[in-house]
């Protein structure tokens, strides 16, 4: 298949995982270990690993790089979408030593939400539920703990971050990097993190936005937006859904919580984004989120990339046409999940979610009476019990 293999966001973009000491250039690349002997011999240099310029050389000569097929050019060519896309219409850039302008900031997996697309390698509480009840068996595709994520959660925040030598050189590489425009603050669950104010008190004169799925109680939420006043941040809130989907996807922050959340930060004056991940599960429902916020904070579509079985389009024919009465007439953000579902699901994708869903309920003692029959039916459930 001929395809254009550029992409702005590999020269301009840059996430970075605090805990797993990883170097992502761009949200869905591959990742690379950080060589801190070659960082601190090379400082301002975080955004031009030996990797990041020759993958940047390849894509100038229309070649596809090994850390872009992880996450956007397999889907690709399966003619799904992919977060590659979104990114189209921006000017090409064709130095491949070119200034990092936007840096993703995963400071730790500590998180008390369990996202049904979720998994331990990005939430401590998936992590623990992996120790208690072990593994996710699915067909290829088996969702598994690791043994750094088990000592990272045994670590106190103090010995992971401050006194880490890595954290200390990332608030010297931010302060180099005069060319950054925007900070943005991940998780885990950022709110939950002692050293969130460090890094905004090194980003001075720099937009800073923090990923959030307001899994924190009113109280600490409440203290922060003190703790910040005067400073001018973006949250951008993960949420699609309402009420018992919202509370099933976003499990451990209840719909009438997270509702009353948002309003708290908007009364504070800060602005409120949506990151809306498109899933099989949010598509019955995303009208409604849709409807309810849409006139007063923008929402963007996050695409999936490590459950394809959770994709839009994993749905049976008639779960299809609700999805696409409901959706239809509701503007660009909409078709952005009616563009999925024209697509066959494999089979394979239709086993492991039933699998999946079959596991977690199980788990998490969750009915799953507020999905349509019909779905659960085509998912292998045997809905005469």
């Not at 992502?24 to 591959?30: D, E, I, L, V």
């Not at 730790?108 to 331990?120: F, I």
């Not at 099989?280 to 989120?289: C, P």
């Not at 494999?346 to 199980?362: C, E, F, H, T, V």
């Amino acid at each position: 298949m001929r395809m254009d293999y550029y992409c702005a966001a590999k020269f301009t973009d840059l996430q970075v995982h605090v805990q797993a000491r990883s170097l992502y250039n761009c949200c869905r690349a591959y990742p690379e270990r950080v060589d801190l002997d070659w960082l601190e011999s090379n400082p301002g240099k975080l955004f031009h690993t030996e990797t990041m310029v020759s993958d940047r050389k390849l894509m100038l000569e229309n070649k596809s790089c090994q850390s872009c097929h992880h996450g956007c050019y397999k889907y690709e060519e399966q003619g799904l979408p992919s977060m590659r896309r979104l990114h189209k219409g921006q000017p090409k850039i064709n130095d491949p030593y070119a200034s990092l302008k936007n840096i993703q900031i995963i400071l730790s997996t500590d998180c008390n939400l369990k996202c049904v697309y979720c998994g331990p390698e990005f939430s401590s509480t998936w992590q623990k539920e992996i120790q208690q009840k072990g593994d996710y068996i699915l067909d290829g595709q088996s969702i598994t703990g690791d043994n750094w994520s088990k000592l990272w959660s045994k670590m106190k925040q103090k010995s992971r971050t401050t006194e880490s030598k890595f954290f200390k050189m990332l608030l010297k590489e931010i302060k180099l990097a005069e060319d950054i425009k925007e900070i943005s603050l991940l998780g885990g669950e950022p709110l939950l993190n002692n050293q969130l104010l460090d890094i905004i008190d090194h980003a001075q004169n720099k937009e800073i936005s923090i990923t959030t799925g307001l899994g924190v109680n009113d109280k600490r939420l409440h203290s922060f937006l003190d703790k910040i006043k005067g400073n001018k941040i973006k949250f951008l809130v993960s949420g699609e859904a309402t009420n018992k989907y919202f509370d099933f996807i976003r499990y451990g922050v209840t719909w009438l919580d997270f509702a009353k959340r948002i309003d708290m930060i908007t009364k504070e004056g800060h602005e409120v984004q949506f990151i809306s991940t498109a899933s099989n599960i949010s598509a019955f429902d995303f009208h409604n989120f849709y409807n309810k916020y849409s006139d007063q904070h923008q929402i963007e579509i996050n695409v999936l990339s490590e459950r394809p079985f959770l994709l839009p389009h994993v749905l049976d024919e008639k779960s299809k046409d609700v999805c696409r009465k409901n959706l239809d007439g509701l503007g660009s953000k909409a078709n952005e999940v009616l563009s999925f579902l024209d697509k066959e699901p494999s089979d394979i994708d239709r086993k492991n979610l039933g699998n999946y869903l079959k596991q977690l309920s199980r788990r998490r003692n969750i009915s799953l009476t507020f999905l349509p029959n019909h779905f659960l039916q085509w998912c292998g459930f045997d809905i005469t019990n």
